[in-house]
């Protein structure tokens, strides 16, 4: 499945303000939506979308990620301002730093005998 990647400016709940957004689209699906400045993210589900701000928007944010038009951004930004912040998720940096600093200490430590 073919994965774009487009950059909005949208208004991130966690920040309270409208930064960069990166929006990820697998095939024609947004897949998340993540905050350039604080990197919380919406994973996209469909329903929730629908419920949020309507079915007929939906067919038109997620569909065509090359041709993002100022109207689907504004409907996104009014998406993810209607977004519960339980939804949005910081994702786990930590775990990615130990996970980094694991595999290096795996590299070097790989045999612990002499
Ligand atoms: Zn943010």
């Known amino acids: 499945m073919k994965t774009t990647k487009m950059e909005a ?3 991130c709940v966690n920040c309270e ?8 689209y697998i095939g024609e699906n947004i897949e998340r939506i993540t905050c350039t400045e ?3 993210y919406v994973k996209i589900d469909e329903k929730m979308v ?7 928007i ?5 569909s065509k990620p090359e041709r993002m038009s100022n109207e689907i951004k504004e409907n996104l930004s009014k998406f993810l301002k209607s977004m519960p912040k339980r ?6 940096r930590i775990i990615k730093e130990l996970k980094d600093i694991k595999d290096r200490t ?4 790989s045999k612990n005998s002499s």
């Open 38 to 40: 604080c990197n919380a």
């Open 58 to 62: 939906v067919s038109r944010v997620t």
């Open 17 to 24: 303000k409208e930064t960069l957004h990166e929006v990820m």
């Open 9 to 11: 400016n949208l208004h």
């Open 50 to 56: 629908i419920s949020a701000i309507g079915a007929d």
């Open 106 to 109: 795996c590299d070097k430590n």
């Open 87 to 92: 939804v949005v998720t910081k994702p786990y």
